[in-house]
């Protein structure tokens, strides 16, 4: 049985999927709102985890690909309290269980292994039409439109594909991202550098903290968190970026300089990242010929580490269940979700948890616990 296969989103999730299928043989679709791979920035590093991101791999037939992109001891952890304190110190490892690399040399290695043309760029879809009977067709902003026996939508937190089978939006989980990064052209300061040490820095206290490491060419990526009402991110998203400034070194005001320094000396833009987040147990009726993977099924905060992780291994989840029940494409997909739901509420309560260890009342010491009972 020929089936025409339409995934919305060239995401991680997306990708892996699609490759997954291309792996068995079998054809499918990307269709993508930017208007080339290089069309933005993929962020910094990703640790991929064994039993989701490197298993997806493995089943995609990228596991070898994948270990020629690792960062050697760039998996480091450091947690500081506010005045600097080293309270937690992972020196890393050459090849540790949750190895990092590069999130857009990943994504560009899934999608060199995908054939030219698979792949269609500047296709932003603006809804799913999901009729009984009939096979869901895509919308896209152009004009255009594609019908297909499955519709797969990848694409992200505020997903139009998953408006066609539920009614559920993300609700904002009370804390807010500030991003921060090198200046174009620069390399962090000495001081900035050494605070960071080798890989990820989680310098915390209740309400806020500074999340930060070191890219694969050296320049510094990372974000301000605060816990803060969306009356307050909005005010904070109306100023510039001196005003910003002004904002953040009050807040920060008790601080150890070095850890000021860090933020202020690479503020940049700035641009605020809510954190938003799906219900724990969000899950949807069966329709015909549409399901979701990654985010728009799952998003949950980062505290987890397992967002870009469980999307890979969802995309690898339902190809293998495509490629099982091919010939009765609604089965392939209700097996698909009822594994699904469970295996992602797991992880969005561990997140969640994770959130409050992060900026709750007990921070550094609950982060501290979480990252011993990690690596112990």
């Known amino acids: 049985m020929s089936l025409s296969i339409a995934i919305i989103g060239a995401g991680l999730g997306?990708?892996?999927?699609?490759?997954?299928?291309?792996?068995?043989?079998?054809?499918a679709t990307v269709y993508d709102a930017e208007a080339s791979s290089s069309a933005r920035s993929q962020g910094g590093l990703l640790d991929i985890h064994p039993p989701t991101g490197q298993a997806a791999l493995h089943d995609a037939g990228l596991y070898n690909a994948f270990r020629s992109l690792i960062r050697s001891g760039h998996d480091a952890k450091r947690v500081t309290d506010r005045d600097?304190?080293?309270?937690?110190?992972?020196?890393?490892?050459s090849f540790g269980a949750r190895p990092e690399v590069d999130r857009g040399e990943l994504r560009n290695m899934l999608i060199t292994a995908l054939p030219a043309g698979m792949i269609h760029w500047?296709?932003?879809?603006?809804g799913v039409l999901a009729v009984p009977g009939q096979r869901p067709k895509v919308r896209f902003a152009a004009g255009s439109s594609v019908t297909a026996d499955i519709v797969v939508g990848a694409d992200?937190?505020?997903?139009?594909?998953?408006r066609s089978v539920s009614g559920v939006e993300p609700a904002y989980t009370g804390t807010?991202?500030?991003?921060?990064?090198?200046p174009p052209g620069q390399l962090p300061s000495h001081e900035s550098a050494q605070i960071i040490g080798r890989g990820t820095l989680m310098a915390v206290a209740p309400g806020l903290g500074i999340l930060a490491h070191h890219n694969a060419d050296?320049?510094?990526?990372?974000?301000?968190?605060?816990?803060a009402t969306l009356?307050?991110?909005?005010?904070?998203?109306?100023?510039?970026?001196?005003a910003m400034r002004a904002v953040l070194a009050q807040r920060f005001e008790r601080w150890a300089p070095a850890l000021v320094t860090l933020v202020l000396e690479n503020l940049g833009g700035p641009r605020l990242r809510p954190i938003y987040a799906l219900p724990i147990a969000h899950r949807w009726n069966r329709v015909p010929g549409v399901t979701l993977i990654g985010d728009a099924a799952h998003l949950m905060s980062p505290f987890a580490g397992e967002g870009a992780n469980l999307a890979m291994f969802d995309g690898a989840a339902l190809a293998r269940q495509i490629a099982v029940q091919r010939d009765d494409v609604e089965s392939a997909l209700s097996t698909y979700e009822h594994a699904l739901f469970p295996r992602s509420a797991e992880v969005a309560q561990r997140s969640a948890d994770n959130l409050r260890n992060f900026f709750g009342?007990?921070?550094?010491?609950?982060?501290?616990?979480?990252?011993?009972?990690l690596f112990s």
Do not use: M
């Not at 307050?232 to 100023?239: E, M, R, T, V």
């Open 122 to 126: 500047g296709h932003k879809a603006t």
């Open 14 to 27: 997306g990708l892996v999927l699609a490759r997954s299928l291309h792996h068995r043989g079998i054809s």
């Open 176 to 182: 807010c991202f500030i991003e921060i990064g090198s």
């Open 156 to 162: 992200g937190a505020w997903s139009r594909v998953r």
């Open 361 to 373: 009342p007990d921070a550094p010491r609950s982060t501290v616990d979480l990252f011993v009972d």
């Open 84 to 93: 600097g304190t080293i309270v937690f110190d992972w020196p890393g490892s």
């Open 231 to 242: 009356e307050q991110i909005a005010s904070l998203d109306n100023c510039g970026q001196a």
């Open 218 to 227: 050296g320049t510094l990526s990372g974000y301000v968190a605060v816990n």
